[in-house]
C-alpha cells in the first residue's frame, strides 16, 4: 500500500550530528510533499523547537501537522491544537519535590513551549534545552501556578552518568502514574500514561482517516518505538540505538550519510 504520512523524528534523524537538515533531506521531503505525502515531524520537542525545522522545509498550512513533546501535544503548522493529553498538577508538585529532595535538574514544558524549573542553579542541560528550542525558561514553583496548572512533560536532566543513577528510582516513584522514557542520555521524561509518540500518530491518523499500513515513521531512539510499532513501515537510522534498531521493520543509512532520503527511495519513490 501506498505511503500516504511520514512521521520523522528529530534529534538524531531529521538533523545530522551538527543539527542542521541534510541537501537530500531537503530534496526527498520536498518531492514528497509535492506528489501529496503528509510529512511529519514527531518530536520530544515542543513546537517552537519544531517551526524553524517546518519552515526551512515548507511544511506549512493548516493541512501539515507535527505531533510535539513525544505525542502529548499535535498541531497543524497553523499551530491550531489537534489533540493534547497534559499531566495534571498533582503530579508536577510531585515531580518537583522528588527533583528537590534528590537535588535532580529538572523541569517542565507546558503547552505554549514554555520551559520552568524550579531549581535556582540551572543545569546547563535545561539551557541548552531551552536555547535549542527556542523557547523562554522560567524559574518558578509550582505555587506561583494556579491549581489547574497542567504541563506537558517532566524532564529530569543532566549528565549520563546521574540519570543513569536514578533512572530505576524515578522510575520506581512515577511509574504507575506516568510514561517514564529516558529518550536519549540526557533526558529522562515523564508524560500523560497514554502518551507516547506511537499514539500521538495514531490519534492524528484517525483524525485524517490514514490507515497504520499507509505510514512510515522514521527515528533513532527508544522513544521511537511506539511510532515504529505502530507504522505499517518503521526505519531505524544507522546511527540508532540497539533498542531502537531491534524493533524497527528496515534500517537505513545514518542522519549524516543520506539515511532519510534512502528510505525515501525505497519505500516512496
Given at each position: ?14 538533523l ?11 530534496a ?31 511544511i ?65 542541560v ?73 499514539n500521538?500518530?495514531k ?24 511510532m ?35 528510505a ?6
Open positions: 500500500m501506498a505511503i500516504k504520512l511520514v512521521a520523522i523524528d528529530t534529534d538524531g534523524t531529521l545530522n550530528s551538527d543539527g542542521q537538515i541534510l541537501a537530500s533531506t531537503k526527498a521531503i520536498t518531492k514528497a510533499l509535492n506528489q501529496g505525502v503528509k510529512v511529519v515531524l514527531c518530536s520530544g520537542r515542543p513546537i517552537a523547537g519544531l517551526k524553524p525545522y517546518m519552515t526551512e522545509l515548507g506549512s498550512g493548516p493541512e501539515q501537522y507535527a505531533v510535539t513533546l513525544n505525542g502529548a501535544i499535535t498541531r497543524n503548522a497553523d499551530d491550531k491544537i489537534i489533540t493534547k493529553d497534559l499531566v495534571s498538577n498533582e503530579l508536577y508538585r510531585k515531580m518537583t519535590a522528588f527533583a528537590l529532595a534528590h537535588k535532580l535538574p529538572f523541569n517542565v514544558v507546558d503547552e505554549d513551549s514554555h520551559i520552568i524549573t524550579a531549581n535556582h542553579n540551572i543545569d546547563y535545561v539551557y541548552l534545552q531551552a536555547y535549542e528550542n527556542t523557547a523562554p525558561l522560567y524559574v518558578r514553583t509550582p505555587d506561583e501556578f494556579p491549581d489547574s496548572f497542567s504541563v506537558a512533560k517532566g524532564c529530569f536532566v543532566g549528565e549520563s552518568e546521574l540519570l543513569d543513577r536514578y533512572q530505576d528510582s524515578i522510575s520506581a516513584e512515577f511509574g504507575k502514574e506516568l510514561y517514564v522514557i529516558r529518550s536519549d542520555p540526557h533526558f529522562i521524561e515523564l508524560l500523560n500514561p497514554k502518551v507516547n509518540k506511537g500521538g500518530l490519534e492524528l491518523c484517525a483524525t485524517l482517516k490514514i490507515n497504520a499500513s499507509e505510514v512510515m515513521a522514521l527515528g533513532d531512539e527508544r522513544n521511537d518505538i511506539p515504529f510499532n505502530f507504522a505499517g513501515t518503521g526505519v531505524c537510522m544507522g546511527n540508532g540505538s540497539q533498542q531502537a534498531k531491534d524493533q524497527a521493520d528496515y534500517i537505513t543509512s545514518s542522519n549524516d550519510d543520506d539515511g532519510i532520503s534512502q525515501f527511495t525505497k519505500f516512496i519513490f
